[in-house]
């Protein structure tokens, strides 16, 4: 099966043909942060604007990669984000695919992002399968999510206040170090100490939770406990926030995973394409006790790649599909869980 996706739910315009859930035939992505990097955050109408520019050019360019005329002709299922995400920005993406599934005769599938960033490793790890624990972190989410068979997921914790992304994102701005934060951090971190610039873990024990607002804080106050900060200084503070990030999320994730009995971890989101928190997940991971997969850095961040993935197994095995065209609506947020498990203590 040869599904064409559209991704459109934040600030990249995406297209991609995966078949079959696992191959990739084509992924195109069409980045807006030039567009915001002056607001440091993305602009909603600005997005919406791109959006609307971009998506044509790029779904061509994805069809043409994958040698797939424009007739459609061997594309069986068109996928769209519906949710989470700004609602101007997915109208744009979702009124493209309807469009096509409406000219072309072919049906319309509704994918959740999150449910697509967890399901990112896919593609370079065609051997996933349920049952895994997932995290999924990005610049809107930090969930833990146990996913017991295709799409049926248990959520066993989310932040309480600001995204792991978010918080990049926030610290970079008070450093002045550009948009999106995320990845000014990695790169300045890598020449720094963290031990030089210890911050505290917010472990919230007793619950798989997370909370990083109280990290932002302590950085403000760092910040200001010098006039100046040379060069040197910011890496070491960038090295101690990052640790502090990554240790509480691969601690969590572990401890999460070892009180499930669960084998296979899987990441995904754009803050999992954080040098830092790919190697600490492997340098945990003592004796292969687990086996944990993260998707390629490019995966990592939005792409359409990952919800042509989502949409072959909800079309699959998915119990309830929205096969029909012109139903879908775009969702701030979705439903995506069976339940929450209760938490085992974390101490
Ligand atoms: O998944 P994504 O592209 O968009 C959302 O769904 O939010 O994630 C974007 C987020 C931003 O907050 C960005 O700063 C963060 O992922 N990010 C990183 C890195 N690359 C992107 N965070 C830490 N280290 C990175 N290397
Ligand atoms: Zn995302």
Known sequence: ??????????????????????????????????????????????????????????????????????????????????????????????????????????????????????????????????????????????????????????????????????????????????????????????GGDASKQPFPRPWLPGTWDFSFSGLKTAMLYRLQQRKRWSIEQKKHVCAGFQEAVVDVLVRKTMAAASALKISTIVVGGGVAANSRLRTVFSERNEGGKFKILIAPPVFCTDNAAMIGSSAYFKVRYGKKMDRTSLKIQPQMHIPMFSGRLPAPPFK
């Open 1 to 190: 099966m040869k599904i064409l996706a559209l991704e459109t739910s934040c600030d990249e315009t995406a297209a991609a043909v995966v078949e079959n859930g696992r191959t990739l035939l084509s992924s195109v992505v069409s980045t807006q942060i030039p567009l915001h990097r002056p607001y440091f955050g993305v602009v909603p109408e600005l997005a919406s604007r791109s959006h609307l520019i971009t998506i044509n050019a790029v779904v061509e360019a994805a069809l043409k990669k994958a040698q797939i005329k424009k007739n459609l002709k061997g594309i069986d299922t068109i996928a769209v984000t519906v949710g989470p995400g700004l609602v101007g920005a997915l109208l744009v993406g979702r009124m493209s695919a309807e469009t096509l599934g409406w000219v072309h005769r072919i049906p319309v599938v509704g994918v959740n992002h999150i449910e697509g960033h967890l399901l990112s490793p896919l593609l370079s790890h065609p051997s996933l399968k349920p049952p895994f624990l997932g995290l999924v972190v990005s610049g809107g989410h930090t969930e833990l999510i146990y996913a017991r068979s295709w799409g049926n997921y248990a959520l066993l914790g989310r932040t309480r206040d600001d995204a792991a992304g978010e918080a990049f994102d926030k610290v970079a701005r008070m450093m002045n170090l550009g948009y999106p934060g995320g990845p000014e951090i990695d790169r300045m971190a890598r």
